[in-house]
């Protein structure tokens, strides 16, 4: 039962990824800087099959054209829903991952400073575990992946301010073992 239901989930998240396929500018409200990631709907890596465990075509985690070389998830305020803007980059990232299945990935989650230490601790696994979850789907395998949260104690960008908490609330997806 839970091996349908993770192939379900799959064969959903690769329906609404076929769809989402347009490029977009950014719309009110969003900063230029978060959303100008450097990669279009199209570019750098492939999966195929339900599962991304199919070929992988694309270019070098060490390149910084490729899309790989885009490493970090940014998330909502108080939410650990995965954007739909993100979705490629993942696949791109577990198709790249599941081709190699000597390259490790460390996955650091990270909260902006409101709220209590121990809430955003569990604030960054659980977002962790949501990139953890996707990748897994794709066909990268549960070894290759490690977790830690930071919560709040390692923010990207000093300060208080909206932008400030947009930039320090993500994960970070660190190659390991190349």
Known sequence: MRYSMHSLIGLLLVAVLAGCSSK???TDGEMAAVDDRGMGAGEGAYATGAAGAGTFQGMSIDDPNSPLSRRVIYFEYDSSDIL???QDLLVS???YLAANPGQGVSLEGHADERGS???NIGLGDRRVQA???VLELQGVSAQQITTV???EE???V???SDTAWRMNRRVEIVYTGY
């Open 117 to 119: 230490r121990e809430y």
């Open 93 to 95: 990232h577990a198709a």
């Open 131 to 133: 990139v953890r979850r």
């Open 154 to 156: 390692k923010p990207a």
């Open 84 to 86: 739909a803007e993100d």
């Open 158 to 160: 000093e300060g208080h």
């Open 24 to 26: 977009g500018g950014t």
């Open 149 to 151: 949260s930071y919560g």
